[in-house]
């Protein structure tokens, strides 16, 4: 069930018939990332790698994957690097004009939805990207998602998993993860599945970011793994 | 398009400063069935004259208030037909909202929508304004809310307003009466009341009509036998 919004991902750009050079899948190979997201009591966590790479060439080790929104919400991107911070620029966009319309913040579901929309929008030229959605809701409660790169979202109450480590990333956190951990348990866990499933994968790691995100505050925590 | 004698705006400025196109709009408003909206504590409610032209017509088959959504509901004073176009378009505007953001639209924003929609008929060429005033009753997380849009596009927050013939008299009676603690069957009760000071002839549930929404948040024009109940109450 989990692996059915992905796996469409990998034949999906056959029809899009522009990308001579890349094969099935590769065009989301082309830069490598690592995204998870975890839920904790009334907290989550939402953790990337570092790593910005053109195939086997590591170019940046400090290459941003992880946007906030606004102070409860967050949306990590993996994929086709250019196409993630484009996408991240059109939904700031977006946010930001609500904001002003309707006097408040979005609602993380109601991001998801919207994100969903803007990624329908270009089905027959999609943004090679997948997000990963985190945010606190209504009283607090931690919301996350992901979806494939045309929209089709799947909503988790555990985990949510992106990138070229994703296969390793779904292993690490269904055995790693427990509900209702606390804040600095979750931390742990999130730090411990990611940089696991990153030294596993040639195109993620270089290190990892981690954001921990509860009520009244927001923790922001660089990690180190294997630098290579 | 068109002749081009019509084809700039209708509403072009005076000398004066005016609009005379949406002043005369304004009149058609000011002409037609008086309705008024009250906003209670826990909820709104809107009432409206149904004077049907003749007794042969067959008033079920007349209705004045409409819902725009699940939680927002409309009545109009002035041109029934231009009403029509209005609700159709902010029924597509409310859908369209919750198809990108998966939620009900908000009130205002619905309001806001409407508005420019009236707005573009005053600045586009070889259309005319509305001849209608909207008051837009609904109940969203910000609470119970009451909004009167008129054919110039401007809108307006009440706590109770009135439009139409009676105006100035049903204002006038909604001053008095208004109280911010009012309950919905109370303010039921005063919007009849108000309507029955203006009504030519013997009020009953058929040539009123009746809309409210309470904390249910559950837009609901009240059936005829129901006005009926609500009027036997204000006797």
């Not at chain 1, 999906?12 to 890349?22: A, D, M, P, R, Y």
């Not at chain 1, 609500?98 to 579901?109: G, I, Q």
């Not at chain 2, 084809?7 to 005369?24: A, D, M, N, R």
């Not at chain 2, 409310?94 to 198809?99: H, I, L, N």
Request: charged residues 25%; glycine residues 8%.
């Amino acid at each position: 069930m989990r692996r059915k919004a992905l796996a469409f991902d990998h034949f999906l750009h056959l029809n899009v018939g522009k990308c001579s050079n890349f094969g099935s899948g590769v065009i989301f190979e082309y830069n490598g990332s690592a995204l998870v997201a975890m839920v904790g009591k009334n907290c989550f966590a939402i953790a990337s790698d570092r790593r910005l790479g053109v195939q086997l060439q590591t170019i940046a080790t400090d290459f941003q994957k992880i946007y906030r929104i606004h102070h409860t919400l967050f949306i990590g991107l993996a994929g086709l690097a250019t196409d993630t911070q484009t996408l991240y620029q059109r939904l700031v966009f977006r946010h930001k004009l609500y904001h002003l319309r309707e006097e408040r913040d979005m609602k993380p579901e109601t991001f998801a939805s919207l994100v969903s929309a803007v990624l329908y929008e270009k089905r027959f030229g999609p943004y090679f990207c997948q997000p990963v959605i985190a945010g606190l809701g209504d009283d607090d409660k931690p919301f996350i998602c992901t979806m494939d790169s045309i929209g089709a979202k799947e909503l988790a109450k555990d985990f949510v998993v992106a990138g070229t480590a994703s296969e390793s990333l779904y292993g690490a956190c269904e055995s790693m993860f427990k509900p209702d951990m606390e804040a600095e348990e979750l931390f742990e866990t999130i730090s411990q599945a990611l940089i696991s499933s990153v030294d596993r994968d040639c195109l993620s790691g270089w290190g990892g970011h981690v954001y921990l995100v509860t009520p009244t505050e927001v923790t922001e925590r660089i990690l180190k793994g294997r630098m290579d | 398009m068109g002749d081009s004698q019509y084809s700039f705006s209708l509403t072009t400025f005076s000398p004066s400063g005016k609009l005379v196109q949406i002043e005369h709009a304004l009149t058609a408003v000011g002409s037609g069935q008086t309705s008024l909206g009250i906003k209670a504590s826990n909820g709104v409610v809107i009432a409206t004259e149904k004077k049907l032209p003749s007794i042969l017509v067959d008033e079920a088959s007349v209705q004045k208030i409409q819902t725009l959504t699940p939680n927002i509901g409309v009545v109009y004073s002035g041109m029934g037909p231009d009403s029509r176009v209005l609700v159709r378009k902010s029924r597509k505007q409310a859908e369209q909202y919750y198809r990108l953001y998966k939620e009900p639209i908000p009130v205002t924003q619905l309001v806001r929508e409407t508005a420019t929609v009236m707005q573009e008929f005053t600045q586009s060429g070889g259309v005319r304004p509305f001849g209608v005033s909207l008051l837009v009753a609904g109940y969203d997380d910000k609470g119970p809310q009451l909004y009167q849009v008129d054919p110039s596009g401007s809108y307006f927050s009440w706590k109770a307003s009135a439009m139409g013939k009676n105006v100035s008299n049903a204002k006038t009676f909604l001053e008095k009466r208004y109280t911010e603690e009012m309950e919905l069957d109370d303010a039921v009760h005063t919007a009849i009341l108000t309507l029955k000071e203006g009504f030519e002839g013997q009020i009953s549930g058929k040539n009123i009509e009746i809309g409210m929404i309470g904390n249910d948040r559950i837009f609901k024009v009240l059936s005829p036998s129901e006005v009926e109940d609500y009027l036997q109450e204000a006797e």
